[in-house]
């Protein structure tokens, strides 16, 4: 039987309603979690350990890195056959793609959660974790990178993001749909993820900011993050990656400041290109220095230049990181 280690990391998924104060709060841990997850020792080992009880809005680029190096610990032991780690929904798509990004494993990492606490009615946290852990020890999962799992839906952490507020079904893959299911207790997949990034370091560059363009925007947030000697941008464009004139100038001058600033759009699905040459269009933004980050939402791309510029400073090889997928 295959031995999977559970890292419990708060969220949702350890909170159940304070009477007081009529809202959901941290309280359980993680064996009092694992307790309501039955017949799961039927399936694997398994070992439990208690990483943060933090709601996912708490969490920092800082701590997914304490994170990453506590999950090669266990991926180092040879006993260890997968690792499924807890984390609130809120931010999960940003911590999960930060370990894809950090880890070079086969051994499969899941990343899981729930949408409703423990004292909600059609509480999902138990069965998401068992079917995560179901994931960890299939064969099929290894060599996929970092994995997110609820509702017996499979994600690939590169893909995947938080799309509704409530509805249980919420993470999904907007491009290019879920990679595959849980079902009766064994995970299937149906193609291979498309990101296989990796960039080594243990060193991250936080200062990184993220801005959205709106109609009519100038550049004033731009220039101030500049003057306050931001280490990088990353600016949800319009489209296929095109700004508001004023705000176009402002980027400009990031770049010549030696700022590394990237594209993505701000559109739920679809990627950035340079098809436009008008001012503030995406060719004249390409032409001007900007790293054009794909169909990668914003969030995710703010996590990869805060590793890229923990690896490197040259925007050369930022700009390889973004736009040839390797570094």
Same mark, same amino acid.
């Given at each position: 039987?295959?031995?999977?280690?559970?890292?419990? @990391?708060?969220?949702?998924?350890s909170?159940? +309603?304070?009477?007081?104060?009529?809202?959901?709060?941290?309280?359980?841990?993680?064996e009092?979690?694992?307790?309501?997850?039955?017949?799961?020792?039927?399936?694997?080992?398994?070992?439990?350990?208690? #990483?943060?009880?933090?709601?996912?809005?708490? +969490?920092?680029?800082?701590?997914?890195?304490?994170?990453?190096?506590?999950?090669? %610990?266990?991926?180092?032991?040879?006993?260890?056959?997968?690792?499924?780690?807890?984390?609130?929904?809120?931010?999960?798509?940003?911590?999960?793609?930060?370990?894809?990004?950090?880890?070079?494993s086969?051994?499969?990492?899941?990343?899981?959660?729930?949408?409703?606490?423990?004292s909600?009615?059609?509480?999902?946290?138990?069965? @998401?974790? /068992?079917?995560?852990?179901?994931?960890?020890?299939?064969?099929?999962?290894?060599?996929? &990178?970092?994995?997110?799992?609820?509702?017996?839906?499979?994600?690939? /952490?590169?893909?995947?993001?938080?799309?509704?507020?409530m509805?249980?079904?919420?993470?999904?893959?907007?491009? #290019? %749909?879920?990679?595959?299911?849980?079902?009766?207790?064994?995970?299937?997949?149906?193609?291979?993820?498309?990101?296989?990034?990796?960039? %080594?370091t243990?060193?991250?560059?936080?200062?990184?900011?993220?801005?959205?363009?709106?109609?009519?925007?100038?550049?004033?947030?731009?220039?101030?993050?500049?003057?306050?000697?931001?280490?990088?941008?990353?600016?949800?464009?319009?489209?296929?990656?095109?700004?508001?004139p004023?705000? /176009?100038?402002?980027?400009?001058?990031?770049?010549?400041?030696?700022?590394?600033? +990237?594209?993505?759009?701000?559109?739920?699905?679809?990627r950035?290109?340079?098809?436009y &040459?008008?001012?503030?269009?995406?060719?004249?933004?390409?032409?001007? &220095?900007?790293?054009?980050?794909?169909?990668?939402?914003?969030?995710?791309?703010?996590?990869?230049?805060?590793? /890229?510029?923990?690896?490197?400073? @040259?925007?050369?090889?930022?700009?390889?990181?973004?736009?040839? &997928?390797?570094?």
């Amino acid at each position: 039987m295959k031995k999977v280690v559970v890292i419990f @990391n708060g969220g949702t998924i350890s909170m159940k +309603v304070d009477e007081r104060i009529k809202a959901a709060v941290p309280t359980l841990n993680g064996e009092e979690i694992m307790s309501m997850v039955t017949g799961i020792e039927s399936h694997a080992e398994v070992e439990s350990y208690n #990483f943060s009880s933090l709601p996912s809005p708490h +969490v920092t680029p800082e701590l997914m890195l304490e994170l990453s190096n506590y999950i090669k %610990g266990f991926l180092e032991r040879e006993d260890v056959d997968g690792v499924v780690v807890t984390h609130g929904t809120d931010t999960l798509e940003e911590t999960a793609y930060f370990l894809h990004l950090t880890i070079k494993s086969d051994k499969p990492i899941v990343i899981t959660g729930s949408m409703r606490n423990s004292s909600e009615l059609g509480y999902d946290g138990p069965a @998401n974790l /068992a079917a995560s852990i179901c994931t960890a020890t299939s064969n099929q999962a290894r060599g996929r &990178g970092v994995l997110v799992c609820l509702n017996d839906e499979i994600n690939a /952490a590169s893909e995947v993001t938080k799309s509704h507020s409530m509805k249980l079904n919420t993470f999904e893959s907007p491009e #290019f %749909g879920l990679v595959g299911i849980v079902d009766n207790n064994e995970a299937h997949f149906y193609r291979e993820s498309l990101d296989h990034d990796y960039i %080594g370091t243990d060193k991250i560059e936080t200062d990184v900011e993220l801005i959205k363009a709106c109609a009519g925007m100038d550049g004033k947030y731009i220039d101030f993050c500049v003057e306050r000697g931001v280490k990088g941008l990353v600016v949800e464009g319009t489209g296929r990656g095109n700004l508001p004139p004023q705000m /176009a100038t402002s980027v400009k001058k990031a770049i010549e400041k030696g700022i590394p600033v +990237v594209m993505v759009t701000r559109c739920y699905r679809g990627r950035v290109l340079d098809s436009y &040459g008008y001012e503030g269009g995406g060719k004249d933004l390409r032409n001007a &220095g900007v790293i054009f980050a794909d169909s990668m939402p914003g969030q995710k791309a703010r996590i990869k230049l805060i590793i /890229a510029l923990g690896k490197t400073k @040259n925007i050369t090889e930022i700009r390889k990181i973004f736009e040839n &997928g390797h570094y």
